[in-house]
């Protein structure tokens, strides 16, 4: 099956500092990748979908100046977290679709960040 | 996209099979119902799909009720590694982005 990869697996930072993490679809192009948000104990929330060479489409309530989205490549996005608080402490889950329409979704295992 | 409803949680033996239940009662006719699961730290996985006929593969079964309007994954023999957190998704096969909203899910516990 297909393979979505993320980096790092864990990253520890200060508060105040900005920390991007990667999300790569290792074996097929996504020409669609989204980027989740869960907190302990919760559930998966969406925070925005994005295109390759486009503009991220943020879900209501996230600040789309707090997590910056670039898609660069069919294969690879970023989400950087900017000016990072304790709140900001969770586990981010990226999924890639292989093409618009099609349900086929691959996800990533995961990138737990600890703000202290 | 269609609301769903599971329980909290579910206890099952190591061997037999699990039932996990769904209620999609509001579901539309071009939506197919989803089933991924969380282990714990780690990204969903996808189980199965349906969008009315029962459908089987070497992971579960997944049977949808004639009306539609509620489901059940089946893990025919259980084991502990299929303790995980299970998710019933509604969603339409269609154009654009098919981005996949999760609900709370269903804490499954597999004990020896």
């Known amino acids: 099956g297909a393979v979505v990869s993320q980096h790092p697996s864990r990253v520890i930072c200060k508060s105040g500092t900005s920390v991007k993490i990667e999300c790569r679809s290792l074996d097929f192009q996504a020409t669609t990748m989204f980027w989740y948000r869960q907190f302990p104990k919760q559930s998966l929330m969406l925070m925005a979908t994005s295109n390759e060479g486009s503009k991220a489409t943020y879900e209501q309530g996230v600040e789309k100046d707090k997590f910056l989205i670039n898609h660069a490549s069919l294969t690879l996005s970023t989400l950087t977290v900017t000016s990072a608080h304790p709140e900001d402490s969770s586990f981010y889950i990226c999924?890639?679709?292989?093409?618009?329409?099609?349900?086929?979704?691959?996800f990533g295992p995961g990138t737990r960040l600890t703000v202290t | 996209d269609a609301k769903t409803t599971q329980p909290p949680s579910m206890d099952c033996a190591e061997g037999r099979a699990a039932n996990l239940p769904c209620n999609h009662s509001?579901?539309?006719?071009?939506?197919?119902v989803y089933w991924y699961r969380q282990i714990h730290s780690q990204g969903p996985q996808y189980i199965i799909h349906?969008?009315?006929n029962n459908e089987t593969n070497e992971m579960a079964s997944l049977i949808i009720t004639e009306d539609r309007k509620s489901s059940t994954l089946i893990l025919p023999h259980a084991t502990l590694r299929d303790t995980a957190v299970y998710y019933c998704i509604v969603k339409a096969l269609s154009g654009g982005y098919n981005k996949l909203i999760f609900g709370a899910g269903t804490r499954l516990a597999v004990h020896p």
């Open positions: 509001t579901i539309s006719g071009n939506e197919y």
């Open positions: 349906g969008l009315k």
């Open positions: 999924s890639a679709s292989v093409r618009e329409g099609r349900w086929e979704q691959y």
